[in-house]
Each structure stands twice: as C-alpha cells, then as structure tokens.
C-alpha cells in the first residue's frame, strides 16, 4: 500500500530504517505529480544519499494511492511559455538520469500505483522494481506531444525488445504489472498488502551484502549503460525541449490543465507525463 505523507511535509522525503534511505515521492493528494520543486528534489537527492557514509540501500515510493501520475499539468503548461523553464527542466532530467545510473548504492523501486511518464522513468531507473498487483507503467508523452526525453527512450530499450518499446512510447498505453514483468520492466508483481514489507525485506538483503562488491557490480553496469544510451538520451532530451512548444503540446496540455484531468484516473491520452 506504499508508505504515507501529507500534503503540509515535504514534497520528498527521505527516512531511515537502519541501513536503508526510503525515498518517498509526498504529494498524494495530487497523485505525486512532478512540480517544479518535487523535479528539483529528484534531481538533488540521489547525491544527498551518497554521502551518507551510513546508508547501503534505497527504496524509492508514492505516498499514498500513486506511485507518481507524471507531471502536475499546471507546471506542464507554463513550459509552452517561458524558455527559462524550459532549459531547466531539461537539465533536471539530464541530472536525474544521470544520477541515477551513477547512485552507488542498490535502489528498490516499490510501485505502489500508477507510475506514469517521468513517474515510470523513475520506477523503471531504479535497480529492482516491484510492482503492487493493481499498479501499472504508461509513458504518454508521444499522447500529449512531447518527446520521451526524461527516460523512456534511454531506458525502454534496454529492459525490453526495441519493437515493445516502440509499441509503449508510440501510444502510451499502460502496462498492468504482470505484463511488465513479462516484458522485462519491472522484477516481480507482489500482492499491494505486502509490497511495502517485501521492498524492505529485499532492501536490507542489498544492504547486507559485501559493500565494497555490490557497488564495484553496479558502477560497472553502470558504465555499460551510459555507453549504450548517452547518445540516445541527448537526442531525446533536445527533442522534448523543443517539442515544448508544438502546437500540439499546447493544445492537449492546455486542454487538460483546464479540465483539472487527474491522470491515473484517466485513460492513456489523459495520463499524465513528463
């Protein structure tokens, strides 16, 4: 059922069982869209957790009923106006991306609901990722005009055949959680009464293993990754920059800021994204 926050706490949060830094997207009440502040966090925090000396694994969450539905739809539309926002949320995405692939220590995705758009970018860059048995992955920027640049074209790829990935990131339809694990996009499906305490069982389990081993592991996959996608990534993330101002983007983004659409309630061209 994910792990809880309110509306007055930070829009992230970082707490600590022993050796584990859970990691919790707190906006429930606006199903964890992404705002401008929400972006900057996910861009500082993977640093602010590498340097404490204490923590050896991550487990990445929603508050509430939702993973992250994407983008708050307000933050969206101010995009197709102001140039600056532009830029700078383009190098919040480089930032992410990267510092995921480089975060040293093993990170758990618990997928406790919808993970859409830059939400399912962030699942699918964690390590492992567990998905409650009523949760779903959809990437719908294609649907509102943008490009995949804050994930989904480095990482589809990867985790799944090039013609699913296609299929995903063309039409934005969502995946149920047993489905994305066929496809090869997330670990395993568990029952939503139990993902939080098997995410943290699995956690500790990374952490207990010999440190200096794990991290070597990950670092060089971690060189493998960047070797396969950094030229994909920029071409990717200059494209949703410049997209940012279709016609189209305008258009379907200003149409769903005004009817207050809330995403994962919503079929594949009302998800939310980003």
């Known amino acids: 059922m994910g792990f809880t926050g309110d509306e007055t706490s930070p829009v992230l949060t970082v707490t600590a069982e022993k050796d584990v830094r859970v990691v919790t997207l707190n906006r429930p009440d606006q199903l964890n869209g992404v705002s401008a502040e929400l972006h900057r966090r996910l861009a500082e925090v993977w640093d602010e957790i590498a340097a404490d000396g204490d923590a050896r694994a991550v487990v990445l969450t929603?508050?509430?009923?939702?993973?992250?539905?994407?983008?708050d739809f307000g933050h969206l539309l101010r995009h197709t106006s102001d140039a600056e926002l532009r830029e700078r949320s383009i190098r919040l995405d480089r930032a992410i991306q990267t510092a995921m692939i480089r975060f040293p220590l093993p990170v758990v995705?618990?997928?406790?609901?919808?993970?859409?758009?830059?939400?399912?970018?962030?699942?699918?860059?964690?390590?492992?990722?567990?998905?409650?048995?009523d949760a779903y992955l959809a990437d719908p920027h294609v649907s509102v005009g943008l490009v995949a640049g804050?994930?989904?074209?480095?990482?589809?790829?990867?985790?799944?055949?090039?013609?699913?990935?296609?299929?995903?990131?063309?039409t934005g339809d969502r995946i149920p959680a047993e489905k994305a694990v066929e496809f090869g996009l997330a670990s395993r499906v568990v029952p939503a009464a139990e993902l939080t305490d098997q995410a943290m069982a699995l956690a500790h389990r990374l952490a207990a293993q010999p440190a200096q081993a794990l991290r070597a592991t990950k670092a060089a996959l971690a060189v493998v990754v960047e070797q396969m996608t950094r030229g994909g990534m920029?071409?990717?993330?200059?494209?949703?920059?410049?997209?940012?101002?279709s016609p189209d983007y305008l258009r379907i983004v200003s149409a769903l800021a005004e009817r207050g659409t809330e995403g994962a309630g919503r079929g594949s061209s009302g998800d939310r994204t980003e």
Do not use: I
């Open 62 to 71: 929603g508050a509430g009923r939702a993973f992250s539905a994407g983008g």
């Open 109 to 133: 995705a618990a997928v406790n609901g919808p993970a859409v758009g830059l939400g399912c970018s962030l699942a699918l860059g964690c390590d492992l990722v567990l998905m409650a048995d």
């Open 150 to 170: 804050d994930g989904g074209v480095t990482l589809w790829p990867l985790l799944t055949s090039l013609l699913r990935a296609k299929e995903y990131l063309f």
């Open 234 to 245: 920029e071409a990717a993330l200059m494209a949703e920059q410049a997209t940012m101002t």
